[in-house]
């Protein structure tokens, strides 16, 4: 069984302003697993989208997931687990709505945490992805 590897970049060209030089991967499947890179306000194409408002970056988020999970021959659907990591309590209400609505009748395991900063000072949220795709057809 072989890793397939979507949209494969390095962090020096996403955060120029750091020392960085790490091979990454957007998305990972092996078998019917995926994993996903934590989606933010970045978009597919490095802009950043929502400074300021956790719901749009949330918004961006979950439109970054869809577009990784069905590259990856995957769906909204097939997500098991999901991990919101925010930097402020407050912006809980207006992501989980937005996470809420992109993931109605989804029904996947769920962590939420509250981190003293993201990777960007302007990310106010960060939303991690697993997926099984059925083998049941």
Known sequence: MS???FRKYNTKDIYPGQSLDNDLAMAVRVGNRIWLRGQTGLDLEGNFVGVGDAA???ENAMRCVKILLEEAGSALDHIVKTTVYLTDRAHREPVYQVVG?????VYPCQTGLIVA????PE???EIDVEAVIPTDG
């Open 56 to 58: 749009a970056q949330a």
């Open 117 to 120: 900063g993201l990777a960007k």
């Open 101 to 105: 609505r992109w993931l109605k009748g």
């Open 123 to 125: 990310m106010l949220m």
């Open 3 to 5: 890793h397939q590897r």
